[in-house]
């Protein structure tokens, strides 16, 4: 019998409350906030509204939610401050938004704005691997350029082993550009 009223009054309780994610919204007013918190001592309501483009009433919304959740801290009339998960999230963001946008400008050489605006909505689907590939290529690309059939296979290749002088040698003999690494060849064990 008492365990019955105890699975009764187990049933009567609420479901334990679920935490939703982050939003792109909420991602791009915490790297906002990091942002602005880079390039100034204090970060306030409309500096915040000023950079993202809306009304101070729909940043301090947002300051509150964003508070609820533990990443910022904001009183009324006061400073914004990001707490130690607002900082990881906000400069997690400003990261991969700058790959992003670093490859889209420098690699594809898609205008700046464009490159800004589509960095911003590309950085918060991607998974940490797609972009790890993104950091990956831009750093073959910068260490190693290579032109004609095959240079896909050799950034695959430059992927699984790295920055290899006598692998890029090697390639370069076959290449149309000459590897930047080739200004000091390592000579053959």
Not at 11 to 22: F, I, N, Q, S
Not at 30 to 37: A, C, F, H, K, R
Not at 80 to 94: A, I, P, W, Y
């Amino acid at each position: 019998m008492a365990t019955e009223k105890k699975s009764k009054n187990e049933a009567k309780k609420a479901p334990a409350k679920v935490e939703r994610p982050l939003t792109s919204v909420m991602e791009d007013y915490l790297e906002t906030i990091y942002q602005l918190n880079q390039e100034k001592e204090v970060v306030r309501v409309r500096d915040i509204a000023k950079a993202v483009g809306v009304k101070m009433p729909t940043v301090t919304s947002m300051l509150k939610t964003l508070g609820k959740k533990g990443y910022v801290h904001y009183e009324k009339y006061e400073y914004v401050r990001l707490t130690s998960d607002g900082v990881k999230v906000g400069k997690e963001m400003r990261r991969r938004h700058e790959i992003l946008y670093q490859f889209l400008t420098d690699i594809l050489r898609i205008d700046q704005t464009v490159a800004d605006d589509e960095a911003c909505k590309m950085e918060h689907g991607l998974s940490p691997e797609t972009l790890e590939s993104f950091t990956d290529f831009l750093e073959f690309i910068h260490v190693c350029p290579r032109a004609g059939e095959g240079w896909l296979d050799h950034f695959e290749e430059f992927r699984k082993r790295g920055n290899t002088p006598n692998v890029c040698s090697e390639a370069d003999k076959m290449c149309a550009f000459p590897c930047k690494l080739n200004s000091n060849p390592v000579p053959d064990a």
